[in-house]
Structures are given as C-alpha cells and as structure tokens.
C-alpha cells in the first residue's frame, strides 16, 4: 500500500498547492478559523512538507483538518505560492477515502452534509432546496425564513420564480435527463463511491458508539454529529 | 588601447572604480544621468552596522575624484556601439564618448511598495518606507513624523518586495534586516518611550558586528522582534493601523495596532541598467540582475571582453562590498587593458 | 487615506467582461433565499439593456458547495462544470457568466487547471463524454454577473431614477463593500481591481452617486465556511466571523452594505438578527441594523424598481430606513403579500431587530 504522503501528492490539489514552506505564518495571521479555533494552517503545511507519516496519519484522523473555511485568503498571500486552503480539500478527500475522517468529532459531520446537500444534489439538481431547509434545523435563518419556508410558493410567485415547473426559471424543475445525467456523472467519476464510503465508515461508526443510524435525518447519530460541539476546539478553550 | 574607460553611473561603484582607475594613470570618463555623484548613498542618513554618517563615506569617494576623471552629469544615453573592443557610447545631446573598456555601474533600483497593495503604501498615511524613513533622518524632520502619535507604537516590517514569489522577486535583499534593526535602534533613541516591532521571516544578521547589533537592539533598546510575516495593514479611524500577524514562535495569530509602520523595501533590477545592458548585450538572470561570467573568480567580467560590471547591477550588496567590487572591477579592467595593449604589441611586432 | 493610491491599484486589474451573448447559470443560494434579485438581473440585461441572455433550463448546479464541504470530488465537480460548458458550447454560446460566486472561483480554477494539466482535461472529457455523450468547448470569457453589472454601470446610471444619496441632505450614502472570497482571492488577475482593493463593487457605488466606506475588516471572509454553516454544530466559526465585520464597521456610521456573493448576504443579514436575538445588540441607527443588499437588488433601486418585485421583503434585516434615506416611494401595505396581492400572512417581529418602522 502506497504511504500516506504519496497518495496525497497524487491529488491535483496537492500538487498544485504545495510548493515549499518557509513558516512564515502569513496564511495564520489572515486565517478566520486560526482566529477563532485551536488551528493554523501553517503548521499543516509544515506537517505535510515533512512527509511524516506518522504525523500525517494523525492529522487526516484529527479535528484539526476540519477548521478551515476554505475562503482562500491564505492562498491571496503566500510568498511561495502554497495553498493552504487546497491542501485542506486534499486531505479532507482522503480522510474520507480512507474513513479516518470518522475518528474526529468534526469528521463525522460529514455524513450530514452527504445526506442533506450531497442528496438534494442528486434529486433536485441544487445544492439547497427550500423545502429542505427547516427551520427547526436552522433557527438563525429567522422568522422571515419561516414566512418564506411556510408560503414558498406564494412568495416564490410572487418574486418572478418559476418554482418546481419546466422551463427555464429560478428553482424550475430540472428535467429528469438532466437528473439523470448527474448521476451518471457521479457513477463515472467516483462521486458515489464518495458518498458510498461516506455512508458504510459512518455506519460502522455509529455501530461502534452503540448509536443508532437509519436512513434519513432522523435518528440518534445523526443527531449527535449535527449537533455536538466539544469546548475544546476553540483557541482560548481550558483543558 | 589608449583611449579611455568609460564608466557608465556615478555612483558608489562607478566613483571608488574610477578613483582606482585613474590613480593607475588611466584616463576616465564617468558619466552619471542625474545632476549629482553618489547615487543611492546620497539618500542615507547613517550606516550600518556602526551607524556613522553616509556623508564621510560620500567624502571619501568625492576625495578620489581628481583631474584624471572626466565627470559628465547628466548624461542620457542613447545607444552604445561595440566596435570590435571600441566602445562608442553616444549621449542624447549628441555627444559621443569612446573607450577601450566599460564598466556598466548603474546600480539598482528600490522596489516600489505600492505593488504591495495589502500594506497599504500610498493608500494609508501613516504606512513609509525605510527610505523615507532615512529621508526624515537627513532633513531632521523626524520631529514631524513622530509628533502626535498616540501610543508611540511602531512597527517594521521586513522582506517587503523580496523573498516574494507574489511580486515576482523570490531573491533576498540581504541589507534590508540590518537596516531595519539599525532603524529601530535609531527610532528608540529619538523616543525612548515607544515600543517598537520588528516582523521578520528571518533575521539576516551576515556581516561583522551585524549579531552583536541585534543583541544590543534587544538587550540595550528593548526592541521586540517577532517572527511571522506580516499579512495586512488596515487604516483604524484615527489613521493608526492595524496589523495582522502571527507569532510562529508561539503559534498565536495577532491582532496589532501601530502608529506608524515602516516597510524595509528591497532591491529590484533598475530598469535603466536592463536597458544598457540590452544595448551591450549583458544579460539578465532569472531575478533580473545581471549575470556575470564566473561568481567565484570572474564576477566583474562579462560574456562580452573589455565590458566589465560592478555593484548592485549584479544583485543586492552593501556599502563595504560594493567598494571592495569596485577596486576588483578597476583590477580586472586594468589587467584587461594591459593584456590587450600587450596583445596589440605582439602584432605590431609581428607585422 | 489616499484614494489615488486605489485608483492606480484599480488601473492595474483591468479585465475583459463580455457585453453580449451569455449563456447564464443560476446560483442554489440566490434561487432559494434571493430569488427576486436573479429576476433583476434577466430584467436589467433583457428589458432595460436588449441584451442576449441565454438559460437552458437543463443547467444544473456546478455542485461548488458540495465540493468546498469536501463531499464531492474533483473530478466530479469538474465534469458537473464541463457539463455546463457543454450546454453552453450546444447553445451556440461563448461568453459565460455565473450568478454564483464560489462558481466563479470553480470555474476559474477548473480552466487554470486544466491549462497546467492538460491530461486532467483531457480525462474530464472523457468522463463527460462516458456519462453524458456530450462534448464541450471551453468559454472564451467567463465573468461574474456583478463584473457585467459593473461593466453596465454607467448605462444604468444613465437610466437611474435615484441615487445612492440620502435624498433629504443631499449627502452620498454611506457604503460598505463585501467582496465574496472566491471571486479574486485565488486569482487576483480574474477580479476588477484585483484581491486587495477590488472595484467592481467600489465602481458601481461611485457611479451610483455614493460613498465607499473602508474599515479595517473589509476582506475578512463572512463566515460562510461550506461546511461550517451546513453543520449546526460549528455555526459559531460562522457567526463569529460575521460579527469581526460588524464590529469593524460599526464606528463608519455606514447606511448599507453591497455584496456580489450570493452567500456573503444571507449571512450578514441573518448573522445580524442571530446576533441581536443572542445579545441584545444591533448594528445600525435606531438598533435598525444595517440593510445588506446584493447588486442586483441596488442596480433595481436605481433604476425605480418596486422594491417588493427585487425580493427586499425576504431580508431579515428591514430595508425600510434605506429606501426611506434614498426617497424610494414603497407600499408597506403590499410588503408581504402574494403575486395578485393575496394575502400570505406576516412573518412576526424579531426581539430586538426593528422590524415594522414607524413611517417617515
């Protein structure tokens, strides 16, 4: 089997954000996620430039992968031309390759972002749908959204949409072939063996935590991933 | 062979180059595009590592101007001909100069921190370069700069357009640590009451009594030197800026506010000197500084024989090294000469 | 602060923006939760401007959010986006442009990729070709809908029937600019203005008759974060870097701010209300908050549009106190009813957020 490192510089992402690092700490300095969690990419960088195995291994099982925003401001200022940001999106690929991502509580999450987003990409042809997106699920969006959510299509009317009809038109129904061509192109390219190990680490997962996973949003693991958020991960956290 | 050498830019390089050459018995003509002799030396305020002032440096090169150099100011250059070892190189204004040999001495120039857009020079007031640090020195209106400030908190922020791969120059500036140190020393002096912030990558301490510099910076003067690059300045309502950084020492991400911050600005390739040395077809390296036919033993000669360079057109390089290149330069152009005139007397004998 | 050190900034990041024959893709985040500013743009380039704007109702999402929560593969994401370009190549179409902008960084970074790594494209086509049967060639120009917006500025300004002036002082609006992180920061060259100073926000608030604020946190991210917000359970990264901005811009006294990222809206309105419901404060005179709009949404207040058709009535945060500043005339009365005025019910009120002002 082919160590860690190598199959990282197998990734597109990889080669085309690791240059070589002086540790600098530009990209700390301007991270978001550095401000606020115990994370800075510059010593992911640092860790990947060793090519230690060891400590390769741990961080594609660690929390610390899952910090990043991925709003490229790191990539803005590297002197050396490094992509912090891209090197994340490569290791997050194979944390979830190699199902190491469900080792860490924020790894897990990842599940819940397949069933919700990762699903609605494959029925509906969005990313996010209005049906979708509960307001239970989602208090901060307001009580405009809970109007909006409630008489969506009214507003959807209203606002010049062309809601779940054929034809062109904000959030129209997209056709069936079009569907089905999305999946074919997920089949293709290795995007449902992503969500189908998504899936199958999760469930072993949840075996494992005695918690039980069915299909769906509603059940215990889910819930668990979804919600929990250990203290520890900020910067100013007390052990 | 007797015709003169023409030594092109008239500052630190081209005037000790000139001062040797001409002590040999050797007819000069040193041609220099502004008004003035000097070059980039006329810009400073004191020196590092001792801190003595740039001014008896300039004397001493102005003292081995003598009546065997024939200064040209000035001097605009439209083209240079290479006629089989002649060099003709014509002015502007018409006139025409002719040597034996050529020393090319037209320097570098300072990078431009505008092109550094996130650190806000020439956006935000109070963001100066060293340079125009070194300027308040000279003129004494350090007073002006300094007056109003509220916390007396400054910072200073090194490899500013060098070791940057985003402004296209990846190459160190070599002089710009030590002068940042310098400066902060200098600053603290003038207000012994602020604090003040050096941010490096590395500390570039290479040269004799540079180490013993920073340890009395932060031993005698309390300068903080915090290694992490900086990513951003932003303007505060009150024109204090704020800076970004991280302290990789301890791994913190920072969040500072500053008075004033001053950017150590490096060497760039002078447009100028790619311009000549296009003429005389001397080409560049990969960072745009000339390229010289042997960096261990040949580092003022040329590709091109009886073409001879000197200085910062070779890359970045300090006061001391630079008059130490000039008196090699003025060798090798002399050795040169002598070996072409004794070749010019073989065949003469020949015939 | 000296603005012609931006100006010489702007000159420097000049790009080429097509003005006509675009082939357009939708955006998941503007469709569901600012579905009348998409309804703007068509209206503003179709109607007001008589240019050629093409949709094929089979386009899809470019799956840029599910990518960025790492969910979806590269290779899948990029044959999701040649399948785009193929719809546009079938269409006849060479200029693209996206509504999204974490698209518009995608698809400038899936060209770049595949300009350094012609074997990635090369076996993309394949993928595309083995799934779908279709081929693709690549865009010649590809802009974000706000880079076509400002390339139309001055026509719309023409066209304008109000200001970004508070019509009872004569005094320019005060406004903040926010800038989606994907649209220059990977490649600053694909920006107007570049990463640091971007214009193509900046231009159009100028045009517009008013006043671009700057504050010390104008380029830090809003928080969206993909998968940060996706998850209940790290919405504090999200939030938290929302507030950093309000918290900057506070003490600028700024009466709005404009956006070109579909996401970057949403949050800096609802993170506003969240934030009032947690802590009891607001942003903003008379603890209104500060009204977030996107370009479209600005471009159709200028050219006296109802801001019930631009979709103002979804924002959380009450637009009233800006129309009121810019004297757009409005109907409270209709705010929140249906299409032929149908009765929809009334959102209720936040806790702290103003949301029925007291009429001027």
């Given amino acids: ?239 | 062979m007797n015709k003169p050498v023409v030594i092109i830019g008239g500052g630190i390089a081209g005037m000790e180059a000139a001062a040797c050459i001409s002590a040999k018995g050797r007819e000069v003509i040193l041609l220099e595009k502004t008004g003035q002799l000097g070059g980039h030396l006329l810009q400073w305020d004191r020196l590092f590592p001792t801190r003595r002032k740039s001014s008896e440096v300039l004397r001493h090169l102005e003292k081995g101007m003598n009546d065997g150099i024939s200064v040209h100011l000035e001097a605009e250059i439209s083209g240079i001909e290479n006629n089989n070892g002649v060099f003709i190189v014509k002015l502007s204004d018409g006139r025409e100069f002719e040597g034996s040999a050529l020393l090319l001495s037209t320097g570098y120039s300072v990078f431009d921190a505008r092109k550094k857009e996130e650190y806000g020079y020439g956006i935000y007031d109070n963001v100066i370069t060293s340079a125009e640090l070194e300027e308040f020195f000279r003129n004494n209106r350090q007073e002006n700069l300094l007056k109003g400030i509220k916390s007396k908190r400054i910072g200073i922020v090194h490899c500013v357009g060098s070791r940057d791969e985003k402004v296209g120059n990846l190459y160190c500036s070599k002089v710009c640590c030590i002068t940042g140190v310098k400066q902060a020393i200098e600053i603290k002096e003038l207000l012994p009451e602020s604090e003040i912030y050096c941010f490096y990558m590395d500390l570039r301490m290479f040269d004799r009594h540079f180490e013993e510099m920073y340890y009395e910076a932060q031993q005698k003067w309390g300068i903080h030197f915090i290694r992490g690059r900086m990513s951003e300045a932003a303007e505060n309502a009150d024109h204090t800026l704020v800076v970004k950084v991280e302290d990789t020492l301890t791994g913190l991400p920072l969040k500072m506010t500053v008075d004033i911050l001053i950017l150590l600005v490096g060497f760039i390739p002078s447009p100028e000197t790619a311009r000549l040395a296009g003429m005389l077809g001397i080409d560049s390296g990969e960072d745009g500084f000339l390229i010289v036919e042997d960096e261990h033993f040949a580092s003022n000669s040329t590709s091109i024989p009886g073409v001879f360079i000197s200085g910062a057109v070779k890359g970045p390089v300090c006061i001391e090294h630079t008059i130490t290149d000039a008196r090699a330069a003025a060798l090798q152009v002399l050795s040169y000469l002598d070996s072409e005139i004794a070749k010019w007397r073989n065949s003469e004998t020949v015939k | 602060m000296k603005i012609e050190g931006k100006q010489m900034i702007w000159k420097e990041y000049q790009k080429e923006i097509a003005s006509d024959n675009f082939f357009y893709v939708r955006s998941c985040v503007r469709q569901n939760f600012f579905p009348g500013s998409e309804k703007t743009f068509l209206r503003i380039m179709r109607d007001e401007l008589q240019k050629d704007v093409f949709e094929n109702a089979s386009h899809t999402t470019c799956s840029g959010i599910g990518y960025h929560s790492d969910i979806v593969p590269i290779e899948t994401t990029m044959t999701m986006i040649a399948r785009q370009f193929a719809l546009m190549t079938e269409a006849g179409k060479e200029n693209f442009t996206t509504s999204c902008i974490t698209s518009f960084g995608l698809y400038n970074e899936v060209l770049e990729t595949w300009h350094h790594f012609p074997d990635v494209e090369e076996r993309v086509r394949q993928n595309l070709l083995k799934a779908t049967g279709r081929s693709f060639n690549k865009p010649k120009n590809i802009s974000h809908a706000s880079d076509v917006i400002f390339h139309f500025r001055k026509e719309i300004a023409d066209r304008g029937k109000f200001t970004l002036t508070d019509h009872r002082t004569g005094k320019p609006l005060r406004v903040v600019e926010h800038i989606g992180c994907h649209y220059s920061k990977m490649f600053p060259s694909k920006g107007v203005g570049g990463a640091e100073y971007p214009y193509v926000l900046a231009g159009m608030i100028e045009d517009w008759g008013g006043e671009v604020i700057d504050y010390p946190e104008r380029r830090h991210c809003c928080g969206f974060g993909f998968r940060q917000y996706l998850v209940k359970a790290n919405r504090g990264y999200s939030i938290a870097c929302s507030k950093k901005k309000f918290e900057s811009m506070e003490s600028y006294s700024p009466d709005m701010i404009l956006t070109n990222c579909p996401g970057c809206p949403m949050f800096l309105d609802r993170w506003q209300y969240a934030i009032s419901e947690m802590e009891g404060k607001t942003y903003g005179g008379n603890g209104q908050g500060i009204p977030v709009l996107t370009y479209e949404e600005l471009a159709g207040l200028v050219l006296g549009y109802n801001p019930w058709d631009l979709g103002l009535q979804v924002h959380q945060v009450p637009v009233e106190p800006l129309l009121d500043k810019m004297g757009v005339p409005y109907d409270p009365g209709m705010k929140f009813k249906g299409a032929n005025g149908e009765d929809l019910g009334m959102p209720e009120a936040p806790s702290y957020l103003n949301f029925y002002p007291e009429t001027a």
């Fill in chain 1, 1 to 239: 089997m082919t160590n860690l490192y190598q199959q990282l510089s197998q990734d597109i992402r990889f080669i085309e954000g690791m240059k070589a690092c002086l540790n600098c700490g530009t990209c700390t300095a301007i991270c978001p996620a550095a401000e606020f969690y115990d994370y800075q990419p510059r010593k992911i960088v640092d860790t990947l430039q060793s090519k230690d195995e060891a400590a390769i291994e741990a961080l594609l099982k660690s929390d610390t992968i899952w910090y990043c925003g991925e709003c490229m401001s790191c990539m803005t200022r590297c002197p050396r031309g490094n992509a912090p940001g891209m090197l994340i999106i490569a290791l997050r690929s194979l944390s979830q390759e190699l199902g190491y991502f469900v080792e860490s509580e924020k790894g897990r999450q990842q599940l819940a972002v397949k069933r919700t987003v990762g699903e609605w990409i494959l029925k509906y042809g969005y990313c996010l749908y209005p049906s979708q997106i509960s307001p239970e699920n989602h208090p901060e969006q307001g009580p405009i959204w809970e109007w909006e959510h409630k008489n969506i299509e009214g507003v959807m009317n209203r606002l010049g949409a062309n809601y779940e009809k054929t034809g062109p038109g904000i959030l129209r129904k997209i056709p069936q072939e079009a569907l089905d061509e999305i999946r074919a192109i997920f089949e293709v390219t290795g995007g449902m063996d992503r969500y189908d190990k998504i899936e199958e680490f999760s469930r072993m997962k949840a075996a494992e935590m005695g918690l039980d996973l069915k299909e769906g949003m509603d059940n215990d693991y889910i819930r668990h991933i979804y919600t929990t958020n250990s203290p520890k991960h900020s910067r100013d956290h007390e052990d």
